[in-house]
């Protein structure tokens, strides 16, 4: 099918906008927050919601508010939108009602938490204060809590295993119980976790990723990047898409490079598959459109400001930075495939 519309959400400063910066797209609504922080993102078909010093929920088509959720302290990770819900930590977990705002929950510790939560079912897991929690999405009533020492990253979840890295140790929990699985020392000074589809990869600060039997920890095959920043984008096509300055695609059941996609004095820091497309986010600000079989450049595209990159399915991209902005800008892409 190809790709009509994609619809790109950025947050540039303030006095970008007004100096006139140049992007290939069409303006279509400008937002602003009540103050300059790093912004989070996720949407739906219909709304946006941006975390940053409040919780904004944006009507994606248009940019008018439909709510705002006042919390204690500015964000530091990303929110989750799991159904009709909307979770997130800021100090504790949060669960809203996605379509009115309205708090459902919230559940706190004596430490503030940074991590984002991962959701899966009925369930939560939070960390916060060197503790994974797991907690009942609908009530935040807690299922039950295991000491991990200082984490800082995210958990994941796939299948019935919820996984966790403390420094170069990896933990497997039973998701329902919290009953340690297995731990699998990857003589690593520090690894971060990507799991998807009963698939569980980690990487570590030198750039070599490893793939991981999720029953066991035992290492199915390992690919060097040589990177220091490496995102996984993984696929229910059965490959996996790395941004390590170079951009790769990989068989994810041998680890053998499809293909890789390079441009000089480009380095590439994040990726996301859009239907048939790779979109790819360069150190610069542009984005490149990737065909996904077999990694033909489609179009460059540039964007003013910095930040983190988000698609959804539905074709919205959200970028990011320390900003009040929120701009929606379309790019018609059609025909490229």
């Not at 912004?39 to 439909?66: E, F, K, N, P």
């Not at 959720?69 to 530091?76: E, I, K, L, N, P």
């Not at 441009?263 to 996904?292: N, P």
């Not at 079989?293 to 399915?313: N, S, T």
Request: overall charge neutral; charged content about 20%; aromatic content about 10%.
């Amino acid at each position: 099918m190809l790709i009509r519309l994609i619809v790109l959400l950025l947050c540039l400063a303030g006095f970008v906008g007004g100096c006139g910066a140049s992007h290939d797209g069409e303006l279509r609504w400008r937002f602003e927050t009540k103050k300059a922080h790093q912004q989070w993102a996720v949407a739906d078909a219909q709304r946006l919601y941006v975390c940053a010093d409040d919780v904004y929920c944006l009507d994606i088509a248009t940019g008018d508010l439909l709510w705002q959720f006042q919390t204690f302290g500015a964000h530091s990770s990303e929110p989750v939108l799991d159904g009709a819900r909307l979770f997130f930590q800021c100090g504790g977990v949060y669960a809203l009602d996605a379509e009115t705002g309205a708090l459902l929950w919230e559940f706190w510790t004596t430490t503030w938490a940074t991590a984002a939560p991962a959701v899966a079912g009925e369930r939560v897991y939070a960390e916060s204060g060197g503790r994974l929690y797991c907690l009942d999405a609908a009530s935040g009533k807690r299922f039950w809590s295991v000491k991990t020492g200082a984490v800082d990253i995210a958990p994941v979840v796939t299948k019935d295993r919820v996984f966790y890295s403390n420094e170069a140790i990896i933990v497997c929990l039973d998701a329902a119980t919290g009953k340690e699985v297995w731990r699998v020392d990857t003589d690593s000074d520090r690894v971060h976790l990507a799991a998807d589809g009963g698939v569980l990869m980690s990487v570590d600060s030198g750039g070599l990723v490893r793939l991981h039997r999720v029953e066991t920890g035992q290492v199915q095959w390992s690919f060097v990047t040589g990177a220091l920043l490496v995102r996984f984008c993984m696929l229910p096509s059965g490959q996996v898409i790395l941004s390590a300055g170079v951009l790769y695609c990989l068989d994810v059941n041998s680890g053998e490079e499809v293909w890789r996609f390079s441009r000089k004095g480009v380095l590439f820091l994040d990726a996301w598959v859009l239907g048939a497309c790779v979109i790819a986010k360069g150190h610069s600000g542009d984005f490149f459109f990737v065909r996904l079989r077999d990694g033909m450049i489609l179009r460059r595209m540039h964007m003013p400001g910095g930040g983190k990159l988000f698609v959804d399915g539905n074709g919205a991209v959200f970028q990011g930075r320390r900003s009040r902005t929120v701009d929606c800008i379309s790019v018609r892409v059609g025909g490229l495939l």
